[in-house]
T-cell receptor
Framework: GENVEQHPSTLSVQEGDSAVIKCTYS??????FPWYKQELGKRPQLIID?????GEKKDQRIAVTLNKTAKHFSLHITETQPEDSAVYFC?????????FGAGTRLTVKP | SAVISQKPSRDICQRGTSLTIQCQVD?????MFWYRQQPGQSLTLIAT?????????ESGFVIDKFPISRPNLTFSTLTVSNMSPEDSSIYLC?????????????FGEGSRLTVL
């Protein structure tokens, strides 16, 4: 089955700096790669996703890149703000079978 | 996006008891998923609940411990049986975005169980 690894487990940045979270996956059949943000005590919320036929996608301060050959994908957050502080999960999915990475706790210091 | 309601939102349970969590979706969905999130951990898929057939369990999860019902296309229940402190977790119901085949999952608010 699919195995998703995520690094780092914790990340602390200064407000305004960039943050990068990286994930690798094992199943070449995976074709959908979402990123979820989970604030304390709340449900995971989709923030951006990418499909296997696309190499990069951007939405304002958030971007995701995918290297299908190397089976890794990354989340980039630019101009970080304190409200970006949360746990971020990557995931890899094939036919609605979604597996999550271990999560990254991002802290943005004002 | 689908609106997913879960009950209870939280509960404190005694060891050895069982608790049933309900998940109601505002639209008909073919598949519903139950995830567990242990404290400070990631989301682990427990099982897929399919209407009209038995749930499909992931490795490490069994029907006797986590029986699931799926009586119709908008509702499912997950029971955590004979609970122990190790079952203290958030249990999340999720559904895919229907008819778009995008793969996106929506999550309920979760049910936070504490077992004493």
């Amino acid at each position: 089955g699919e195995n998703v690894e995520q690094h780092p487990s914790t990340l602390s940045v200064q407000e305004g700096d960039s943050a990068v979270i990286k994930c690798t996956y094992s199943d070449s059949a995976s074709n959908y790669f979402p990123w979820y943000k989970q604030e304390l005590g709340k449900r995971p919320q989709l923030i951006i996703d990418i499909r296997s036929n696309v190499g990069e996608k951007k939405d304002q301060r958030i971007a995701v890149t995918l290297n299908k050959t190397a089976k890794h994908f990354s989340l980039h957050i630019t101009e970080t703000q304190p409200e970006d502080s949360a746990v971020y999960f990557c995931a890899a999915s094939s036919n609605n079978d979604m597996r999550f990475g271990a999560g990254t706790r991002l802290t943005v210091k004002p | 996006s689908a609106v997913i309601s879960q009950k209870p939102s939280r509960d404190i349970c005694q060891r050895g008891t069982s608790l049933t969590i309900q998940c109601q979706v505002d639209s008909q969905v073919t598949m519903m998923f139950w995830y567990r999130q242990q404290p400070g951990q990631s989301l682990t898929l427990i099982a897929t609940a399919n209407q009209g057939s038995e749930a499909t369990y992931e490795s490490g999860f069994v029907i006797d411990k986590f029986p699931i019902s799926r009586p119709n296309l908008t509702f499912s229940t997950l029971t955590v049986s004979n609970m122990s402190p190790e079952d203290s977790s958030i249990y999340l119901c999720s559904v895919p975005r229907e008819f778009a085949n995008t793969g996106e999952l929506f999550f309920g608010e979760g049910s936070r169980l504490t077992v004493l």
